[in-house]
């Protein structure tokens, strides 16, 4: 089998669940250990994200997190939500994601006991560690696939698919190397959200 | 405790004891744990993580089950010591993938490890030999109620406990077991059992987790599902999964054994030379040879060979823990000789396949050549 990236045999087999779909994104031994383990920056998508979109910039857009800022799009983009208070935020089309997952939508397991201590629905959350506003920290540029045309062809799908190799976001690249496949195939669609 | 104490003390469960030791190596839970007003790590800044980090840490250590721990900040740490950690599965590789802000406490025996800034605010993650899903889950959960005892968790009443990834949420748990399935792998059956075990919401990954090839025949089964399930049935359902493949692998070892006995003398054998006297060894031959010494050494066709040296000897030769004996960093090919070299040495004083009776009834075929 190919390397996604580089043609080479490949050795290293990244495989998610998306959607309740099994996508594996195949890479060689050395593209694999270039952007393995070694990679000290394993958070430098999300300061990438943060330095572009300041959560201030979001408010008017789209549906965003009140705690952290996070919007709806990056939840789709990335697949995880950006804080706790995310959930509550999101919670709309939440079930429907959940039960894809999921054996149900409703939690059976254990509970902490402080949890009577919460109420049924509490305030939403600030941050106790609230992002600095005015000065954000030097980041390297956002990765290009961030201001991505709507519909991309497949060649910038290609190269989306080795930047988010290169930063490890194995998620997009399992949704992106699904939508390739998919276009190569026959009609086009949106890429499914990252699970 | 230093670095160089807690390795060098290895811990029970890498030494092939516990129930059903033959098959499964390892059995781990961890669960996934957050606190409410912070960010998850992955949506978080620097700062926001040391501030976490400077909150959690004192408590993380201060757990009667950390009493005698080793505890490192990944601002610091080198990068091999964060792989022996990796290779030894007492941090995850996404978590040894990341840098300032996180942290790793490991209880002297090895036992519990906590991942401070992985893509949770908390990995709480309990190892116990052989197939003992259960008492991994008493150790996590104890652990678990003390922290949450200390600490704000993030929990909602109707979806659980609130995680990064909507994979997670729920329980928060991932129960995995660590299977060694030559025989299976050897009659050709393991294809068709992977494929039922993946029907029934379990997944099966490599020796390394996610996306990692199964090398060494060595297979890791853990559930997929943590929202709408307790913890104890999560574990019950796959225990009862385990315990089938367990019997389907030593059924197969047992039909080798009558019908195929001169090839699994042969692999074994053959496995057993490469390993005691070659001079050049990769990372994936020593694996799979080793895999078959092991079926030889469980099927007592190595008299005297104990499981435990073997499944030792599997850590020593990986990557990061021969560099790490070596004291410096080594190439792949002077990994490959220093590999080949400790495996020589620990395999001095074994005998050596024991010869086989002699084939009762019709003769097995010598494929045309006379016997030595």
Known sequence: ?195 | MNFKTLINHPADWMQGSGPHSDVVMTSRVRLARNLRGFPFPGYSQEHQRLDLLNLARPVVEGLPEMAEHYSEDYATISKIKKQVLVERHLVSREHAARAAGCAVVIDARQNLSIMINEEDHFRIQGIRPGLNLRSAWQLVDHVDSELEARLPYAFDRELGYLTACPTNVGTGMRASVMMHLPALALTEQINPVIKAIGKIGLAVRGLYGEGTEALGNLFQISNQHTLGEREEDIIAAIEKVIERVVNNEVNARHKLLEDNATMLHDQVGRAFAILRYSHVLTSKEALNLLSLLRLGADLDLIPDCDRGLLDLLLLEIQPAHLQMRAGIELSPEERDVRRAQITRTRLHDLKGPAEPPPPSGPAEPTGGESPP
């Open chain 1, 1 to 195: 089998m190919k390397c996604d990236v580089c043609e080479n045999e490949a050795t290293v087999f990244l495989t998610q669940i998306i959607n309740g779909q099994m996508t594996t994104v195949n890479l060689c031994d050395a593209c694999s250990k270039a952007k393995g383990v070694t990679d000290e920056a394993g958070f430098g998508l999300a300061e990438a994200f943060l330095s572009s979109h300041p959560p201030s910039s979001h408010a008017a857009a789209e549906p965003a997190c009140e705690a952290c800022g996070f919007t709806a799009s990056q939840l789709k983009k990335i697949g995880r939500m950006g804080c706790p208070e995310c959930y509550n935020t999101f919670r709309e089309g939440l079930d429907n994601l959940l039960r894809a997952m999921h054996k149900g939508t409703t939690h059976k397991g254990k509970v902490p006991a402080r949890a009577a201590l919460i109420p049924d629905n509490p305030p939403p959350v600030k941050l106790l560690s609230p992002p600095p506003r005015t000065e954000p920290p030097a980041q390297p540029p956002p990765p290009p696939q961030l201001q991505a045309p709507a519909k991309p062809t497949v060649a910038q799908l290609r190269e989306q698919l080795e930047n988010a190799v290169r930063e490890e976001r194995y998620e997009d690249a399992a949704a992106l190397k699904k939508e390739i496949d998919r276009l190569n195939d026959a009609a086009s669609t949106t890429p499914p959200p990252s699970t």
